[in-house]
């Protein structure tokens, strides 16, 4: 079981993108675990992205890891946002297939990229 997007955004455990969404926060200086405990955000304003966020990187860092989606007009400002924090990630924590926080990132880009070029939504399921 794990966390499966389309678009191929993102195929993996719920682990690992909780370490994909905490590496991007902190290469944005962002301490997620504080922003998570003083969220107003309920769950169904979180499932369906019915919330207009402050900055882009809070449609990822706030979004359900299970289920919902990001609707596609936020996902081009989202991925330009990830694509700015690239420098300030890891290229790599595992000796295989380059995988990293900034591998991972690239792959959600990709996704988030394609979905909004198709005009559908990123879903999380």
Known sequence: ?????????WHGAYSG???FRHAVA???????????NSTTL?????????WEPTDPLFTLLDHSDCEGHIVWQRLTP?????????PNLE?????????????????????????ARQQENLGFH
């Open 91 to 115: 290229e790599s924590v595992a000796p295989y297939r380059g995988w990293g926080p900034r591998g991972w990132t690239e792959q959600f880009i990709h996704g988030c990229r394609d979905a």
């Open 1 to 9: 079981m794990g966390l499966d997007t389309t678009h191929d955004a």
């Open 17 to 19: 993108f909780n370490r």
């Open 78 to 86: 989202l991925a330009d946002r990830l694509e700015s924090l690239l």
């Open 26 to 36: 902190d290469a944005a200086g962002i301490n997620l675990d504080e922003h998570w």
């Open 42 to 50: 309920t769950d169904d304003m979180l499932h369906t992205g019915d």
